[in-house]
DNA sequence: CGAATTTTTGACTTCCATCAAGTGTAGTGG
DNA sequence: CCACTACACTTGATGGAAGTCAAAAATTCG
C-alpha cells in the first residue's frame, strides 16, 4: 500500500481511518512524484484536485493585481492541499522541493468525505490548527522585528520539516532568501543580514548557504516570540 | 424564536437549518446580552461555551508571555465564537460594542454537531473562509503600509460591520485608536497620522474620532490591496 | 465644570528598504 | 581543466517610513 510509513497515516488525514476505510481512500488516490519547481494546481484554476504531501515541501503563493508573487505558506508532509467547497483554488501550490503527493479527484474525494463523517472531521480539525498556525504567524509578522521573523521562519522549519535530534535540528533550506523575505515581509538583504546575525549570536550555523544547524530550536522559538525585540 | 430577523440565520451557521432543526438549535440556546467591556470567554479557560453573535462586535485577543495584549480578530454579527474539539480555548473573546449573543454550553452544542452533518459541515465552511479571510489579512499587516493597512482596517468595518448605503458606508469604531493600532502591527500616534491623512485624501471623513463615513469603500478597498503604497 | 481619558500633532530616532558593489557557487562549453 | 556566464548570496552606504518621546487639544464622564 506504501501507507504504512506516510506522515499523513500518523498526524495527517488517514490518521482516523480504520484498516477497511484506508484501502477505500487509497483507491481513489494517485501517486505522484513531482520535481522541484513544478506546478501542483493554480490560484483561479478550477479545483479539479486535492492532495496530500507523502514527504517534500510545497510553497503556496498568490499574486497580486501588478504581477507580484507573494508566498503566503509552506506545506509540509502529511499537510493537506487544495480548498474544498469551493469551485476554485485560492492560492497556488508550487513544489518547493521534489516532492511526492496523494493526489485526488475533486468528486471522487468529496463522495468520499460525505461517506465518512470521521474523515471530514479529521479535515475540520486539521483546518482549524491551520487556522490557529495562520493567526500565530500573522503575529509573527505584523508585530515582530525582522531578526525576530528570520527565527521564526527557521523554528518553523525546524519543527514541521526538519531532521530534529533532540532539541537541535539540521534544515535544509527549502526555498531562497528571496523567497523567505517575500514569506515574511523582508527584502532578501534584510534576511541575509539577520541570517548572519543569528550566526553571529550562535542560534544557528550555516553549513551553506541553503544548510543550517539549529542547536537549540526551544531557544530560536522562544527567541521569535519574545514581546521585547532583540538584537 | 427571534431567529427569524437574525443575521446567522441568512449567513451564519443557522442559514443551512431547516424549519424542524432551527428550533432545536434554538431549545439548547441562551440569549445573552453582554455590555461592551465583558468577557465572554478567556484563553486557556476551558472551552465550555460556544456562542453566535446576534449583534454588536467582539474583539479576539491574546496574551503574550510579557503581558501584553495582542488583537487578533474582530468578530461580528452571524460569526462563531469558540475554539471547538479543543479543551481550551486559543484566545479570549471581549465585547468590543454591547453585543448579542446565543450562547451553547459545550456538550449540548457538540451532541448537536454529531446530530446534524449539515450543521457541522457549515461550520467546516465558515472555518475555511475564515482561515482565507486570516491569510489576506496576512498580507495586509505584513506586507502593506501603515497607511494601506489602516484603509484595510475601515475597508473591513464597512464591508463587515458597516452600515452601507450603495458603495458608501458610516461606521461607527468599535475600538480605540490603541486598539487599532495593536490589531494593525502600528503604533496609536501612526494610526492616528493615517487616519487624517485619509480625511485629507477624501477617501474618508471625519464625523468624530469615532465615527467615520466612506464615501466609495471600494476605493478603499482597492486601496487596501494595491501593490505600491501609495502616499 | 473639572478630571481623566483619548486623540492629535510635533520633534527626533531607529529599523528596514533601497541602491549598489562585491563574493561565492554552480553549470557550460571550449 | 579553466575561462566564462549566470545566478544566489553577502556586505556597504544612504534615505525614508514608522516608532518613540513629549506635549497639546479634544472628548468623555462623574
Known amino acids: 500500500l506504501g501507507c504504512t510509513n506516510c506522515v499523513s497515516r500518523r498526524r495527517g488525514i488517514c490518521a482516523v481511518l480504520n484498516g477497511r476505510q484506508l484501502p477505500v481512500l487509497n483507491a481513489i488516490a494517485r501517486r505522484k512524484t513531482i520535481p522541484a519547481g513544478q506546478h501542483i494546481f493554480s490560484e483561479g484554476g478550477g479545483a479539479e484536485r486535492y492532495a496530500v504531501i507523502a514527504s517534500g515541501v510545497v510553497k503556496l503563493t498568490r499574486s497580486g493585481l501588478e504581477g507580484q508573487r507573494y508566498i503566503i505558506g509552506l506545506k509540509f508532509a502529511s499537510d493537506f492541499l487544495g480548498r474544498i467547497f469551493k469551485p476554485e483554488h485560492a492560492y497556488t501550490a508550487e513544489a518547493a522541493t521534489d516532492a511526492e503527493l496523494c493526489v485526488f479527484s475533486r468528486d471522487s474525494f468529496v463522495r468520499q468525505l460525505s461517506r465518512s463523517p470521521k474523515l471530514e472531521r479529521q479535515l475540520f480539525k486539521l483546518a482549524l490548527n491551520e487556522l490557529d498556525a495562520c493567526r500565530e504567524w500573522t503575529l509573527l509578522v505584523s508585530r515582530r522585528s525582522a531578526y525576530q521573523r528570520t527565527a521564526g521562519f527557521l523554528h518553523l522549519l525546524a519543527v514541521q520539516g526538519g531532521a530534529r535530534i533532540g532539541n537541535s535540528a539540521h534544515l535544509i533550506l ?49 527567541l521569535a516570540r519574545a514581546e521585547i525585540p532583540q538584537d
Open 174 to 222: 527549502p526555498v531562497r532568501r528571496e523567497e523567505i523575505a517575500d514569506f515574511l515581509g523582508l527584502t532578501l538583504e534584510t534576511v541575509s543580514r539577520q541570517m548572519t546575525l543569528l550566526k553571529k549570536n550562535s542560534l544557528i550555523k550555516l553549513v551553506s548557504s541553503r544548510e543550517v544547524i539549529v542547536p537549540d530550536v526551544e531557544k530560536l522559538g522562544a
